[in-house]
């Protein structure tokens, strides 16, 4: 198979993205359920399956699928990049203008498809499902998960009950505006919010899986931290990282200079013996001195790569809702 797969002549209205990694047993069932709740809305649609690097026999049957019905098409990744690389593949081979995307588990059922299509309809630009009901799994799972989710929105400000579900309805131009790296699948919506979305959250169902195993564990929970660190820059520092190696710069620059110069009054006016009366302190003032100086300068580096970055690639730093009046005239902005 082919690196990319180009989008079909004909547009849809819908696009249902699962991306699958070792999920054999869900094929089929995976397949009939999306087919059953997609041909009740009068629109068409096309079904995208993302096999990510599975080893088992998911890719076979699969192409069985492609076989029986024209709607459905395969992505195959030359390898397992990763939850958020599938995701992105499949949005970027999607035609519709509404990109559905869920799990290949079924712990979110394809028939409350149309409870996340109907919020959308009210003029959001993404509607999330909200697992609001997870008795079945152990305090040991959803603990962690609340906690995730809890510093997920008081970070990104997007007031949010659950992040980590796929289970999601986009607006095609607004997937135009984002870009999915490392594990940011479960940012998008803080990364919608920083272009200016519109988002909501419906609830929706949670079944446990009934065939395998998961492949979300305490571990990846524990990963979450990093990525908040990562969020909390992209979200507030992207166009001015100095503004976040700034202020500790300049602390420890003041302090630095601060100790340096008491003791350089002591040297020169008292005669003291630095090293014998002040080592740890004289050792302490250099430290905090040069590492303010790298700090700035990591912010002032970091400016420069801002800067290149977004002019470069032309990306504007502001995101245009909408222009009323006559953008056509001479002299209007471009």
């Known amino acids: 198979m082919t690196d990319r ?3 079909p002549e004909t547009a849809c209205r819908y696009s249902v993205v699962v991306p699958m990694h070792n999920e054999e047993a869900y094929v089929q069932p995976m397949y ?85 299509l109907d919020k959308l309809a009210e003029g959001y630009d993404l509607v999330s499902g909200w697992r609001r009901d997870r008795r079945h799994e152990s305090l040991l799972r959803t603990l962690p998960s609340r906690v995730a989710n809890w510093l997920l929105a008081k ?50 169902s949670d079944s446990p899986r009934e065939f395998g195993k998961s492949h979300y564990g305490l571990g990846r929970s524990v990963r979450v931290l990093f ?19 700034g202020p500790a710069g300049l602390v420890g620059l003041g302090t630095g200079s601060a100790i340096l110069l008491f003791l350089f009054v002591r040297k020169v006016f008292y005669g003291v013996h630095l090293f014998v009366e002040h080592g740890p302190l004289l050792l302490l003032g250099m430290l905090l001195f040069l590492s303010g100086l790298q700090l700035l300068a990591m912010g002032l580096v970091g400016e420069l790569l801002a800067r290149t970055y977004f002019e470069a690639h032309q990306k504007p730093v502001y995101r245009v809702e909408r222009i009323l009046g006559a953008a056509h005239l001479a002299g209007a902005p471009r």
């Open 155 to 204: 970070v990104s400000g997007v007031q949010m009950n659950d992040f980590g579900t796929t289970f999601k309805a986009y607006r095609r131009e607004l997937l135009r505006e984002l870009r999915l790296y490392g594990e940011q699948h479960r940012f998008i919506p803080a990364l919608a919010n920083w272009v200016g979305a519109r988002i909501a959250e419906v609830p929706v």
């Open 227 to 245: 990525d908040l660190i990562t969020l909390k820059f992209l979200l507030d520092y992207i166009t001015r990282p100095l503004h976040f190696f």
């Open 5 to 7: 797969i180009e989008p």
């Open 32 to 116: 009939a359920q999306v087919v059953a709740a997609m041909q009740k809305l009068p629109e068409p649609f096309e079904l995208i399956f993302v096999d990510d690097g599975s080893t088992d026999r998911t890719l076979p049957r699969l192409a069985e699928l492609v076989g029986q019905d024209p709607r459905v098409r395969v992505i195959r990744l030359r390898r397992n990049f990763g939850q958020t690389a599938a995701l992105a593949a499949g949005f970027d081979h999607a035609s519709g203008e509404i990109i559905l995307a869920m799990d290949a588990d079924l712990r979110s059922t394809p028939a409350e498809i149309p409870l996340l």
